[in-house]
């Protein structure tokens, strides 16, 4: 499908409430599933990955339910599923997955295959396969790819230093930790998300955390609970790039999760001179919330460190989409983790951003991005959700429309976002492909 996108011809105003976390509500589903009773989700996001994650607990023994907007999530009971466990798009869900089921001892002498869509099969799997098979997991893989079939059997603690900084590389290996013999240390070598360290704790399991070291115990029991998924950052972060960018504009945004080790983006609007206000709300469970009040802004370009690129990791395509509209020349490094994800986000947005007459110049780490007058046309998502919102935010300050090529995979993270920035008041239409 293609999305087209009117340039704006008026300010974009209003309330806007945030969709369900993805990153928590992947979490929720896995450690509700391992827990030994009835668990209680609401806010949980409905999406395809999210969807995905949680049909494969449903495959391995789990039982959910939903009702009136809540998932009840029966969990403890597991056994091996009757056929491949397909993940979809979501990368969080297979790599979180691996690492709870790698040494579950309800699932020894059995096999789990786990798969995904052709985009998901070319991304590297290695970076968790490798701190597993140190534990004494035994995996089967597709040079570091998926599919991948693990053999739960029993594991050992290890001490473990990731080569970059990742909550899905982190999350995996404590997970697997929960069943190990002994502790369980990950050494961050720099900020990642930390919704797993966030979420064990109300599950009753004890994370230490001494400096860059978090450690964990194995043999600890998951207790189940009551549990709400706060407003997703990520999917907030293109309404507030709306907002900064559209003149005139003035939007609220409400259940906005403000986790400070995923706040890049907002450090980022605000050393690009946008007006953000942050709000502090009532805490969900362990999860910071609030509200963020948003105005047009004239947008400055800014080098933004390389400290901050794990705290903004899923937002750089729309920063670039920013920094596409802002006065001056903005600098991104130390990114060369965006060219795991979903596609290629560095080559893919450079591409895109020069097709729509921004002077762009990509690098081996990251981009440089000359702001300035942005032309209508066509764009490809390359098959990335969050590129093709990206653009379609960009397209609103276009001088001509713009058509998103392959931007059905919205639908993976995030089906509302047509609706909810045609409630502000911006001019999208779904039309099919030729």
Known sequence: MRLVVEPAVAPLTGRYTAPGDKSISHRLAILAGLADGDSVVSGYLDSADTRATLAAMASLGAVVTEDQGELRIRGGRLGPPDAALDLGNSGTGVRLLAGALAGHPQLFDHSVRLVGDESLSRRPMDRIIDPLRRMGGRIDDRDGCLPMVLSPAPLHAI????????????????????????????????????????????????????????????????????????????????????????????????????????????????????????????????????????????????????????????????????????????????????????????????????RLGVAVHETADGAEIQGGRVRGGVVDSCGDHRIAMSLAVLGLVAEAPVRIENAEWIQTSYPGFVDDLSALGAVLRWEEEE
């Not at 929960?178 to 720099?190: H, Q, S, Y």
């Not at 960018?245 to 001179?273: F, K, Q, T, Y």
């Not at 395509?317 to 979903?342: C, F, H, N, Q």
């Open 159 to 354: 001490r473990y230093r990731p080569p970059v900084a990742s909550a899905q590389v982190k999350s995996a290996v404590l997970l697997a930790g929960l069943w190990a013999d002994g502790e369980t240390i990950v050494v961050e070598p720099g900020p990642s998300r930390d919704h797993t360290e966030r979420l064990l704790p109300a599950f009753g399991v004890e994370v230490s955390r001494r400096g860059e070291e978090i450690g964990l115990v194995g043999g600890q029991t998951l207790r189940p609970g009551r549990f709400h998924v706060p407003g997703d950052l990520s999917s907030a972060a293109f309404a507030a790039a709306a907002g900064l960018m559209v003149p005139g504009s003035s939007i609220e945004l409400d259940n906005v999760g403000l986790n400070p080790s995923r706040d890049g983006v907002l450090r980022i609007l605000e050393a690009m001179h946008g007006r953000v206000d942050r709000h502090a709300g009532t805490a969900v469970g362990n999860e910071p919330v609030g509200s963020l009040g948003v105005r047009a802004s004239r947008l400055q370009g800014v080098e933004i460190p390389p400290a901050w690129v794990p705290l903004a990791i899923d937002e750089f395509p729309v920063i670039m989409a920013l920094a596409a509209v802002a006065e001056g020349r903005t600098i991104i490094s130390g990114a060369a983790e965006l060219r795991v994800k979903e596609s290629d986000r560095l080559a893919v947005m450079c591409r895109q951003l020069a």
